[in-house]
């Protein structure tokens, strides 16, 4: 009974999600307060009925009860208990409950804490985030229902794809989903702002914390999967350019530069327009990284359903959804106010920059993801686009944004002066400079673009430091009372910094595992050592363990460094029993931020197995820099403050003429 | 009847959800757009006015600023001014009560009644597990001892209790894998390593493998008067083509035996089988001794139930069957193909059995016969 009380209550969530999408619609349309108060309790019953769906899947799979499709087709008894709970989404359908449950869920939110809004503005909102929460679910209930039951159920399940058995389940889709999600408020803001017209000072408010908390959480969650691919399929890569990744990433940045472009709105009120459609680019990007992952377009890891009627649904949900707004778009956006104006030299001007290079960059993520595609429909050639394609266009459109990075902070407002933004960044460019030299120092001239890398790297994150520096003016008034400023700078000072500072993290951490990595791949039997970056591995032999669903090969290995001994490592092969498949479990020894990874490849009989032994200079800087952005995001949208950017009296009008804002 | 009623109670709460909003909204103040804008800024206006007494912006930024948020200000009063009241009548409030009431109840019931299943009851699988033994099913009842083997895999009674359940279920691998772990716990057995031996057999379609023969070695030497290990050797030496010491395995076999027992039937046929082929004019000599279905399975499908023998019999001559349409096999084993058929009533594929054989022997008119004969005796047309 419990599993159809589940089912029923994501039926009900439907029905809810229908009348939200019309009732308080029609309110702000016709004025009427009743019909428009309607938004706010039913955004909080839908989220209601689908956490109540949500717990009862999750019981189903707790209890292992296989009389639900979904559990029998994605569970066995022998699971451990956490794999029991993340398994719940580690699969098609419950990953779509997952995705409809944070849905709704940020449209409760918006209904619980929207009271300062217009009313109709609110009204408005919750309707389109009705609409879909209406066409997810009913996705969900026609082509992938997760409480599909069988009649008389086997005893065993088939068990979840090993792959998926790990702790990143548990952390990496909630992430991701939080971020995808949580763009559809801005997308749901934005269409409301076009469906009324007008775009208010209370519109551009919120704009800016929500893009704020789906951004870092999908950096957070797009960090999680990297590192989880990194350890989990056991090639020392991080980052692989497959399309799915690519689907993640597009949303990324088009996200980064929707929240520069909000920045500008919030301050200056300027760039509406063009932050109405970046939000909906970037919610729209998410649907189509939903659509490309469940559609069974791609094959691969997430590729967790190949159901072509599945596929046809959410292509239809994709176009209501990105043809409409962009209709909407194209018919009422000539009629909003344009916003204020700023000259080419200024902080609006850079952050316009930093989105031209961020859409760019997209854009060409987004043609080397779907050209293989749709060459592929249209001609049936199959090609594949990979790392070399992405180096070569999305590498040279990060360089000049990076280098532009420092520069955004430290100009002023609607007109700003270079030269003196210039001065302040001395110090940054000269560390970089030095940085540099260095490099070159410590590794010759063989490889030429790395020390540059690491240079730009070195820019970035002095040019962070050294903006808050200048900020509390610490070479006028030292130190100490400088640090007493410092603390009581406003988040949003410190989320700059912070995030910026961790971009500056994560190029130096690709940069120099990539460039500066080094590789062994031997065939070892017992008591053989292999020599690696100063470290000597020696393997001490294999053996055979069981785990709870699966039978594994473990190879021990001692390191040591000069002698004396640093750590001991056990990567495994494992045989997961259910569904007879192989997984290799990589062992990682952390140094400081370097890593030596350690994977087994085939074993050769007679006890001797083949080992891939990498060493990963600063490889862990790619995700802490992640994490350190994140938090600058998190931070950024503790402060609450009401902001408002306005240009330092001008002494001397000398700048040039103002340049409209779209 | 306590699930519908919860359903219905769940769909109340969605509908008052809707209902409630709607005769309570007229009470709370009314905010339109123009007045949020303004409470917006003049909230900021305060928050400069806070930062720079805190000294966090300087007096000519925050002066610039004040400037700014004013001339907002008024752009915002000047648009609200425009605004005209707002009213709260019409169709809409009729309409949404509607809704609330008759639209969102159907649309819900209407859509679960087509995809849910109201009559299903759950069944997890602890409760499945532990439900008394008479109301369960075999698969249960094996289920939950494999549950118990994987938790306690030294556990080497419970692999005893389950050995013989997986022969009698037709899954010979599994049952022979589980003697080899009662023997491996608890030592062996000559009784054991017989059953495994002979599990060993029927999965490897009724020829005896090397380690089966050993299985066997090992139980007849630990009771040199045990029938069964000796009888499973007999028969490998003759599937093995060791005619002369098969023939005196099974006399000696026969002389221990009183003529009664349940084996003895197929102990002489075997012999006569060997004896009979032992001419050197023979044409069959040179084919084995019949493989599939034989005797040794059908004792071990003795303890079975009805349904169960019948299924493990069914399969066993399905690849009889396939075995001999590929490949052909002797006339001794086309015969059995046709008893088999007849023993399990489908006389017509008997019938086609008999056609087949007819055809693969039409130029051996001493198989030939034989086949005829048989047919006869069933009892078969053989058109």
């Not at chain 1, 993340?86 to 990953?95: Q, R």
């Not at chain 2, 003795?302 to 023998?309: A, G, H, K, L, W």
């Amino acid at each position: 009974m419990i599993v159809e009380f589940g089912h029923y209550a994501l039926v009900l969530a439907f029905a809810l999600s229908l009348v939200q999408s019309v009732v308080p619609l029609w309110g702000a349309l016709a004025g009427d307060d009743r019909l428009m108060a309607v938004a706010p309790p039913v955004s909080v019953t839908t989220f209601v009925m689908v956490l109540l769906s949500f717990a009862v899947l999750t019981n189903a799979y707790l209890t292992a009860d296989f009389s639900v499709l979904n559990v029998l087709e994605n569970s066995h008894s022998a699971k451990p208990l956490i794999y029991k709970f993340t398994g719940v989404w580690g699969n098609h359908e419950g990953s779509m409950l997952l995705w409809v449950l944070i849905l709704v869920f940020f449209g409760a939110l918006v209904g619980f804490f929207g009271g300062n809004l217009p009313k109709d503005l609110r009204a408005a909102t919750l309707a389109v985030q009705g609409w879909i929460s209406a066409g997810f679910i009913l996705f969900l209930l026609a082509t992938s229902n997760p409480f599909t039951r069988v009649v008389n159920p086997p005893l065993e399940g088939a068990d979840l794809n090993p792959i998926l058995q790990d702790i990143g389940l548990a952390i990496h889709p909630p992430l991701l989903y939080v971020g995808y999600v949580g763009f559809s408020i801005t997308f749901s803001f934005a269409v409301a702002a076009l469906i009324l017209g007008r775009t208010d000072a209370a519109w551009a408010r919120w704009v800016r914390p929500w893009t704020l908390l789906a951004w870092s959480f999908l950096t957070l969650g797009i960090a999680m999967g990297s590192y989880w691919a990194y350890y989990e399929l056991g090639w020392g890569g991080w980052w692989f350019w497959d399309p799915v990744e690519n689907a993640s990433l597009m949303p990324w940045l088009a996200g980064t530069a929707l929240l520069h472009s909000a920045i500008v709105m919030e301050r200056r009120e300027a760039l509406k327009i063009w932050t109405i459609l970046l939000a909906i680019f970037t919610f729209s990007l998410s649907l189509l990284g939903t659509f490309l992952v469940r559609s069974g377009v791609l094959t691969s890891v997430h590729a967790f359903a190949t159901d072509p009627t599945r596929g046809v649904f959410i292509l239809a949900l994709l176009c209501f959804f990105i043809g409409g707004s962009l209709a909407l778009y194209a018919w009422r956006a000539p009629a909003l106010k344009q916003g204020g104006l700023f000259a080419p030299i200024s902080r609006e001007g850079a952050l316009v920059l930093n989105n031209l290079f961020l859409t760019s960059a997209c854009a060409a993520v987004f043609v080397g993801t779907l050209y293989p595609l749709f060459l592929d429909a249209v001609t049936g050639e199959k090609i594949s686009v990979g790392a070399p394609f992405f180096n070569l266009t999305f590498g040279p459109l990060m360089v000049p944004l990076l280098i532009a990075v420092p520069f955004g902070p430290v100009l002023s407002w609607k007109r700003g002066d270079l030269l003196a933004a210039s001065q302040r960044l001395y110090a940054a460019f000269g560390l970089a400079i030095l940085m540099t030299i260095f490099t070159f120092w410590l590794w010759g001239m063989e490889k030429v673009l790395a020390p540059l890398g690491v240079g730009l790297a070195v820019w970035v994150m002095a040019g962070a430091v050294s903006e808050i520096l200048t900020r509390v003016k610490i070479l006028e008034i030292g130190p100490s009372r400088a640090f007493s400023r410092l603390v009581g700078l406003p988040g949003s000072a410190w989320g700059t910094t912070m995030a910026h500072f961790g971009v500056g993290l994560t190029v130096l951490g690709i940069v120099t595992a990539s460039a500066f990595q080094e590789e062994r791949i031997a065939t070892m039997r017992p008591g053989d050592v292999v020599e690696l970056s100063g470290y000597q591995l020696t393997f001490d032999g294999a053996a055979p363990r069981r785990g709870p669903n699966f039978t594994e090969e473990v190879g021990h290995f001692t390191i040591r460094q000069g002698g004396i001994f640093v750590a001991e490592l056990d990567p495994s092969k494992r045989v997961y029993t259910a569904r007879q498949m192989p997984t290799t479990e990589a062992a990682i020894h952390t140094t400081g931020f370097s890593q030596l990874y350690l994977s087994l490849g085939e074993s050769r009989g007679d006890g001797a197995v083949d080992v891939r032994v990498y060493f990963k200079p600063l490889i862990t800087l790619i995700w802490i820099g992640c994490v350190i952005m994140a938090l600058g995001g998190a931070i950024s949208i503790a402060d609450r403050r009401l902001r408002v950017g306005a240009p330092k009296p001008a002494r001397k009008r000398k700048s040039a003429a103002p340049a409209p804002a779209e | 009847m306590v699930f519908w009623i919860l359903i219905a109670v769940m769909t109340a709460v969605a509908a008052l959800s809707v209902l409630v909003p709607l005769s309570r909204a007229r009470r709370s103040a009314d905010t339109p757009s123009g007045n949020a804008d303004e409470a917006v800024y003049r909230d900021q206006l305060s928050a400069i006015e806070a930062e720079l007494k805190r000294g966090l912006i300087e007096p000519e930024a925050a002066g610039a600023a004040r400037t700014e948020i004013a001339r907002r200000l008024l752009n915002a009063h000047d648009a609200h001014g425009q605004e005209t009241g707002r009213g709260s009548r019409g169709p809409g409030l009729k309409f949404a009560q509607g809704v609330a009431l008759v639209g969102l109840p159907a649309v819900a019931v209407g859509i679960y009644l087509l995809f849910g299943a109201p009559d299903l009851p759950d069944a997890p699988l602890s409760a499945r597990l532990e439900a008394p033994a008479e109301e369960q099913s075999v698969d249960v009842l094996i289920a939950r001892v494999e549950r118990h083997l994987s938790e306690n895999p030294e556990d080497g009674q419970g692999w005893v209790v389950i050995a013989p359940v997986y022969l009698s279920i037709g899954r010979p691998q599994e049952s022979a894998r589980a003697y080899a772990q009662a023997i491996r716990l608890l030592g062996p057995r000559q009784d054991w390593l017989t059953d495994m031996g002979e599990a060993m057999v029927i999965a490897n379609q009724g020829l005896v493998p090397a380690e089966a023969r050993q299985a066997f070695e090992q139980a007849a030497a630990m009771d040199a008067t045990a029938v069964k290990p000796r009888f499973f050797l007999a028969l490998a030496l003759g599937q093995e083509g060791k005619k002369a010491e098969a023939i005196e395995a099974w006399r000696n076999l026969l002389a221990g035996a009183e003529g009664t027992e349940a084996w003895v039937g197929a102990a002489r046929n075997e012999l006569a089988e060997l004896s009979g082929s032992d001419g050197p004019s023979d044409p069959g000599s040179q084919t084995p001794a019949p493989r599939g279905p034989s005797q040794e399975d059908v004792a071990a499908s003795q303890d079975m139930s009805p349904v169960d023998r019948q299924a493990m019999i069914r399969g066993m001559v399905a690849g009889l069957a396939e075995r001999l349409a590929n490949e052909g096999g002797s006339a001794s084993e086309w015969k059995q193909l046709i008893q088999a058929y007849v023993v399990l009533g489908d006389r017509q594929s008997a019938e086609k059995a008999l056609e087949e054989a007819q055809a693969a022997y039409a130029d051996k008119p001493e198989d030939l016969s034989s086949i005829k004969d048989v047919a006869r005796q069933l009892g078969l047309t053989g058109s």
